[in-house]
């Protein structure tokens, strides 16, 4: 049961051409029913997002079934089949299982870790299934990718620390407050950035939140759309002694917190600490500032530097993940190879039953007057050599079917026991 | 049979240490299990030997400087493991430990003299000041992680701890609690220490180099929790009195296990 995987991903396609590529579910299913009814794939699943379009199948001629279905793909969306070719990669086997445990883990991602692809794969499969194109090899692969995935998720980290400016500023928060529910929050400036940290903040349960803005309309209109307090920018100060965390994000030419305002703030603060999110350019809060007691600071570059580190603590971690899969697809290469010698095994059992029960009855038929005890001797005896005969092949089968060679014996079985065609 | 238990309870501390601390910078989940199974044998076979001990000389084994240490060692551990299991903090032993280590290995240097006991005053006096050094190990791990994790945050560079310490908050509020929990303790066992060594040796200090240090680490706490209660001291400031404090504290321990003076030598 030959396995591929073919398609074209953000790794080596434009965006024009998965754009131009990428079917919605009537398409998929349509193409599903053409394929696997007509006999070209015996499974298949067909996955379409904006980063990638792939065809997961099995074959009895891999390549032609490749060519096929992306002929049919490309005739259906109207692309150009020569434009597809020329990208089109193809993973046959062993190569064919680590893709997909890699796609599904998000290893293959734009941003490695992404959380969609999971949900994606999962989708494609649920639509595959209900269109009758998966069989038993693809249910292995794919119901084994999602567990792959879900390990990957927990032993892992790459999908855990922020790679967003904004994610990044809630993730710096949560270093230096034991809990962000219950943090007042203050919003200097109503830009789109400092309002998305905002609303991450606000999920984690940070309140109340207190919006200052130069224009008393645009602060209400922040502070209604946030459920928060607009406070008129005179009182400013005020608001800052109150609040935990700040974003500011104004398009003031100077600071608009200086270090004389935070060092007399923090006095009346205490020990609580205060942590800056300052997302504009130019800056709204004094660099100073960092060196007032419990005063962090975190202008846009900062956080950009996060991002990068986190990034590279994602492909730090994303290492240990290949590892995990190299592990996966050993182990699902020998369930496979399994379900594909068992029906073999099945067939050369009971062919050699059907030639034994044959020839007792025919010795049986010779000797009318044996005892029960003769009788029971020749079944045993009977037993015994086919037992002993089948033990050297089945045990090769098992054997080659680990290492991954078990096709060619496969054959030389249904060779030599006359087995006919194997299925 | 102690000696051999003690022997193997402090390898398994030092393999445990080892461990924790790669944990620390390689971050495999797998490590992290190896040293927390190598502290908990180094742990039960400290208890065993801390059994045997108590079985050979026929009482606590508070009797002896080293012993005592060994004591204090065996909870200091006992809540590294309860509390690491139920904050979640795994780089917990990486802190902790070494000072384990250290302790253990200095404990198990110096001349086993036995002291001048007399009543009951004196074994609570022990083991009270026992508790409160279990409690300050703790607070020297706090304050260690609180530095490190303040130092990344502040200076925008996100290092190999950055995504393992828990939150600045949190180790503030642990630094405090386990300073709170101890300094009663520390406070109360040297009261008993000094009205009885005022009754056994008519003086409250007796030339004794180890009480002398004692109250040295005492004012520091002191005045710790003075600042923190009253003056408002937090994060930094606090983490740096809490491993000025530890210093005072091993260096008192320090003279009782190797400076001749009444508590030892």
Redesign the interface.
């Known amino acids: 049961m030959p396995l591929f995987a073919a398609g074209i991903s953000h790794k080596n396609a434009p965006l024009a051409l998965r754009e131009q590529l990428a079917a919605d579910e009537g398409k998929v299913r349509e193409i599903l029913r053409d394929l696997v009814g007509g006999g070209v794939l015996r499974e298949a699943v067909i996955l379409s997002t904006c980063n990638r379009v792939e065809v997961y199948g099995v074959a009895d001629v891999p390549g032609e079934a490749r060519a096929v279905a992306f002929r049919h793909l490309c005739r259906q969306r109207g692309v150009e089949v020569t434009a597809v070719e020329e990208v089109l990669y193809t993973h046959a086997e062993d190569d064919a299982i680590r893709h997909a445990f890699r796609v599904a883990s998000s290893l293959d991602s734009m941003m490695i870790g992404e959380p969609q692809i999971l949900g994606q794969v999962k989708d494609a499969f649920a639509l595959a299934q209900g269109c009758e194109a998966v069989g038993p090899a693809l249910h292995t692969l794919f119901t084994q990718a999602f567990a792959v995935a879900k390990r990957v998720r927990t ?1 892992t ?1 790459i999908a ?2 922020a790679v967003s400016i904004s994610f990044a500023a809630v993730e ?1 928060a ?5 809990r962000l529910a219950g943090r007042a929050v203050l919003l200097v400036g109503a830009g789109k950035m400092s309002e998305l940290a905002a609303k991450h903040l606000v999920e984690h349960g940070a309140f109340p939140i207190y919006v200052v803005n130069r224009t008393w309309a645009r602060a209400q209109e922040m502070a209604r759309a946030l459920s928060g307090t607009a406070v008129p920018f005179e009182e400013l100060e005020t608001a800052l002694a109150a609040v935990d965390i700040v974003i500011t994000s104004t398009g003031a030419p100077a600071p608009v917190v200086t270090r004389d305002v935070v060092a007399r703030v923090v006095r009346s603060r ?2 609580r ?1 205060l942590f800056f999110i300052d997302i504009a350019v130019p800056r709204d809060v004094e660099p100073g500032v ?1 060196a007032l ?2 005063v ?1 600071r ?1 202008d846009i570059d ?1 956080l950009k ?2 991002v990068d ?2 990034i590279r ?1 994602r492909l730090r971690e994303a290492q ?1 993940a290949e590892a995990i899969v190299e592990r996966e697809v050993a182990k699902l290469r020998a369930r496979l190879g399994d379900v594909e010698i068992i029906p073999t095994i099945v067939s050369l059992r009971e062919r050699l039953e059907e030639i034994r029960a044959g020839e007792v009855r025919k010795a049986l038929a010779r000797l009318p007057a044996a005892s029960p005890e003769t009788r029971a001797a020749i079944e045993a005896l009977s037993a015994g050599i086919v037992n002993k005969i089948l033990h050297a092949p089945i045990t090769k089968l098992r054997e080659s079917s680990r290492a991954g060679a078990h096709r060619s014996w496969l054959a030389v079985v249904h060779e030599l026991f006359g087995l006919g065609r194997r299925s | 049979m102690h000696p051999y238990l003690q022997n193997i309870a402090i390898i398994a501390y030092v393999c445990a240490m080892g461990l924790a601390l790669a944990h620390l910078v390689q ?3 797998y490590v992290h299990r190896l040293a927390v199974l190598a502290t908990l044998v180094g742990w039960i076979a400290h208890t065993l030997a801390l059994v045997v001990l108590a079985i050979e000389i026929g009482g606590p084994p508070l009797g002896t400087l080293p012993n005592a240490v060994s004591v204090v060692v065996w909870v200091v551990v006992l809540l590294e493991m309860l509390v690491e299991r139920q904050s979640g903090v795994t780089v917990l032993g990486a802190f902790v430990l070494p000072v384990v280590v250290v302790l253990s290995l200095k404990s198990s240097v110096a001349r086993p003299v036995t002291l001048a006991l007399g009543n009951a005053w004196i074994w609570i006096h022990i083991a009270l000041a026992l508790v409160g050094i279990a409690a300050f190990v703790l607070n020297f791990a706090g304050a260690i992680m609180y530095l490190l ?1 303040e130092r990344q ?2 200076h ?3 290092g190999r701890f ?2 393992r ?6 180790l ?2 642990w630094t405090y609690r386990t300073l709170a929990l101890g300094f009663p303790f520390l406070t109360t066992g040297l009261i008993l220490g000094a009205v009885w060594a005022r009754t056994a040796w008519g003086s409250v200090f007796a030339f004794d180099p180890l009480a002398f240090f004692s109250l040295v680490a005492w004012l520091i706490y002191a005045g710790t929790l003075a600042g923190r209660a009253a003056g ?6 606090a983490a740096y009195f809490a491993i000025v404090g530890f210093a005072a504290l091993v260096v008192t321990l320090g003279a009782g296990l190797f400076l001749p003076g009444r508590h030892g030598a």
């Open positions: 032993e980290e855990r620390h710096l949560k270093k230096i407050f034991a205490g020990t600490p960092d007691p419990a962090y975190y900062d530097s996060v580190a986190n603590e240990r | 971050r495999q989940a994790h945050i502040r925008k560079r996100p950055y995504h310490l828990p939150p600045l908050e949190t503030d509020r408002g001291w937090h994060g930094r400031r």
